[in-house]
């Protein structure tokens, strides 16, 4: 079996031919044309190997009870910290090479050429560039800012994301944030331009039509709610029932429902014809509900002759019945926990995201885990236990790629936030078994279509030896 170094040699010399020109096939696996796991077989997007270095695939790590002996000690990739180390500063081996990727959001706190050389020296594999923020000249500043660093680097190569609004209902810019209290009246109105103590505008026209009394009004995601108790012919009235504060282009929805706008929207095309020009890797899709928007952006690339692939955010309720065939006609999907948690019951979050990886698996299709993972670190050096879990378990369910939001478009630790997330990553990857998700059922169905009625009496023989082995030892 090849070491990682020797794959890092032959990823060198390739590199050239992914960079963000519109070739690059894969970047969440740059590896996988080298270490693909054994059932996998789409050449196109491959999700990637839980191999981590070629020490730690000799042995298990351990019994399950009692520790381990001295011919069973585990080489990990990396130094275990000490009691006066701090999270993100251990001594990364280079040969370990980290499989899930992580997407940075390039905004304020990292839009410089120094900081975009940083991100790619930390970790950042893809740099995402939010729509819903920026103009088209910003964003054309940080795509030759990757590819010059694409062109200078020798062993790492950085994919651009362009992320489209989408049909996003937000309120209008105020001069000051808005102190909204428990029980306090607001308004929230068609009319632009507006932005007094009681009330702010929307930019949505049929924001009047959409809402009724009695619905529930979440501003980011929840972090603050409004009671709908009535509306005029160009206003809202709400009662606020958790407050915060407002401030300018907050994404509003409504629980339980989905605004009634076309996936794609203007704004949308005029920044998917920039990626075009610009030649992107990838474009995220916001608030895609069924597979016709995907088959139209895709027929608009080939039209084109756009390389560039499309993944679908799932992030609306609408979307959730036609989850199959959505991801079947995309390149791959993003879990958007923000608003799927705003539009539908927030526990049930947690098993969508295990839903959507496992179909993204089934239909060899990779999958990025989004929103909130490292929140804390926006304003906090160190991340809360609990967003250190989140980044673990999405990489024990398989997700391809974990992305950070504002942790690194405007929050004040991006560097280091990079460097938590992928310390998690690698960490967790060395303690999952090689192959772990295999689907054994597969293997069956191959030995009876050809015939195999002896390997499944082989493998029944062996799995009977394993488990009384097992229960000897234990």
Same mark, same amino acid.
């Given at each position: 079996?090849?070491?990682?170094?020797?794959?890092?040699?032959?990823?060198?010399?390739?590199?050239?031919?992914?960079?963000?020109?519109?070739?690059?096939?894969?970047?969440?696996?740059?590896?996988?044309?080298?270490?693909?796991?054994?059932?996998?077989?789409?050449?196109?997007?491959?999700?990637?190997?839980?191999?981590?270095?070629?020490?730690?695939?000799?042995?298990? $790590?351990?019994?399950?009870?009692?520790?381990?002996?001295?011919?069973?000690?585990?080489?990990?990739?990396?130094?275990?910290?000490?009691?006066?180390?701090? $999270?993100?500063?251990?001594?990364?081996?280079?040969?370990?090479?980290?499989?899930?990727?992580?997407?940075?959001?390039?905004?304020?706190?990292?839009?410089?050429?120094?900081?975009?050389?940083? #991100?790619?020296?930390?970790?950042?594999?893809?740099?995402? $560039?939010?729509?819903?923020?920026?103009?088209?000249?910003?964003?054309?500043?940080?795509?030759?800012?990757?590819?010059?660093?694409?062109?200078?680097?020798?062993?790492?190569?950085?994919?651009?994301?362009?992320? !489209?609004?989408?049909?996003?209902?937000?309120?209008?810019?105020?001069?000051?944030?808005? !102190?909204?209290?428990?029980?306090?009246?607001?308004?929230? !109105?068609?009319?632009?331009?507006?932005?007094?103590?009681?009330?702010?505008?929307?930019?949505?026209?049929?924001?009047?039509?959409?809402?009724?009394?009695?619905?529930?009004? #979440?501003?980011?995601?929840?972090?603050?709610?409004?009671?709908?108790?009535?509306?005029?012919?160009?206003?809202?009235?709400?009662?606020?029932?958790?407050?915060?504060?407002?401030?300018?282009?907050?994404?509003?929805?409504?629980?339980?429902?989905?605004?009634?706008?076309?996936?794609?929207?203007?704004?949308?095309?005029?920044?998917?014809?920039?990626?075009?020009?610009?030649?992107?890797?990838?474009?995220?899709?916001?608030?895609?509900?069924?597979?016709?928007?995907?088959?139209?952006?895709?027929?608009?690339?080939?039209?084109?002759?756009?390389?560039?692939?499309?993944?679908?955010?799932?992030?609306?309720?609408?979307?959730?019945?036609?989850?199959?065939?959505?991801?079947?006609?995309?390149?791959?999907?993003?879990?958007?926990?923000?608003?799927?948690?705003?539009?539908?019951?927030?526990?049930?979050?947690?098993?969508?995201?295990?839903?959507?990886?496992?179909?993204?698996?089934?239909?060899?299709?990779?999958?990025?885990?989004?929103?909130?993972?490292?929140?804390?670190?926006?304003?906090?050096?160190?991340?809360?236990?609990?967003?250190?879990?989140?980044?673990?378990?999405?990489?024990?369910?398989?997700?391809?790629?974990?992305?950070?939001?504002?942790?690194?478009?405007?929050?004040?630790?991006? $560097?280091?936030?990079?460097?938590?997330?992928?310390?998690?990553? #690698?960490?967790?990857?060395?303690?999952?078994?090689?192959?772990?998700?295999?689907?054994?059922?597969?293997?069956?169905?191959?030995?009876?279509?050809?015939?195999?009625?002896?390997?499944?009496?082989?493998?029944?023989?062996?799995?009977?030896?394993?488990?009384?082995?097992?229960?000897?030892?234990?």
């Amino acid at each position: 079996m090849a070491t990682i170094n020797n794959m890092s040699t032959r990823m060198c010399r390739d590199h050239r031919i992914l960079s963000s020109s519109g070739n690059l096939s894969d970047v969440f696996v740059l590896e996988s044309r080298f270490r693909k796991r054994c059932f996998f077989q789409n050449s196109k997007f491959t999700v990637r190997s839980m191999k981590v270095s070629g020490q730690n695939q000799t042995r298990k $790590l351990a019994s399950s009870n009692g520790p381990l002996t001295a011919s069973e000690k585990v080489s990990y990739p990396f130094e275990l910290l000490t009691n006066n180390q701090t $999270l993100g500063k251990e001594n990364i081996n280079p040969i370990a090479r980290r499989k899930t990727k992580i997407v940075c959001t390039i905004g304020p706190s990292t839009s410089s050429r120094e900081m975009i050389w940083k #991100l790619a020296e930390t970790g950042m594999n893809v740099a995402r $560039l939010n729509m819903s923020h920026g103009d088209h000249a910003s964003h054309k500043k940080t795509i030759d800012l990757v590819k010059e660093y694409n062109a200078q680097s020798d062993d790492n190569v950085i994919a651009i994301m362009l992320d !489209t609004k989408g049909p996003e209902v937000r309120s209008g810019d105020v001069p000051q944030p808005i !102190t909204l209290k428990e029980g306090q009246e607001f308004n929230f !109105t068609i009319k632009r331009g507006v932005s007094t103590e009681d009330t702010v505008s929307v930019n949505y026209d049929d924001f009047i039509n959409d809402v009724e009394a009695g619905d529930m009004l #979440l501003v980011d995601g929840g972090m603050m709610s409004l009671s709908v108790k009535s509306k005029t012919k160009d206003a809202v009235k709400c009662v606020v029932v958790d407050g915060g504060e407002l401030k300018s282009r907050r994404h509003l929805n409504v629980r339980g429902k989905s605004a009634t706008l076309p996936s794609i929207t203007d704004k949308d095309w005029e920044d998917i014809k920039f990626g075009v020009d610009k030649q992107v890797d990838f474009y995220a899709v916001s608030f895609v509900k069924d597979e016709k928007v995907v088959h139209e952006l895709k027929d608009y690339l080939t039209s084109c002759n756009a390389d560039i692939q499309v993944i679908v955010k799932i992030e609306s309720a609408d979307s959730i019945p036609n989850l199959q065939s959505i991801i079947s006609a995309s390149d791959g999907a993003m879990v958007a926990r923000g608003d799927l948690g705003a539009e539908l019951p927030i526990e049930d979050v947690p098993l969508l995201q295990e839903d959507i990886i496992r179909r993204c698996h089934n239909m060899q299709k990779p999958v990025i885990v989004a929103t909130n993972m490292l929140e804390s670190m926006i304003d906090h050096p160190t991340p809360t236990r609990a967003e250190v879990s989140d980044i673990a378990i999405a990489v024990r369910e398989g997700a391809d790629a974990v992305m950070l939001s504002g942790e690194t478009a405007h929050g004040k630790y991006p $560097l280091k936030a990079v460097k938590v997330m992928h310390t998690v990553a #690698l960490r967790t990857e060395s303690s999952l078994p090689f192959n772990t998700t295999a689907p054994t059922h597969n293997v069956y169905k191959v030995c009876i279509e050809r015939g195999g009625g002896l390997l499944i009496l082989v493998f029944f023989l062996l799995h009977i030896q394993v488990v009384w082995t097992n229960r000897i030892r234990f």
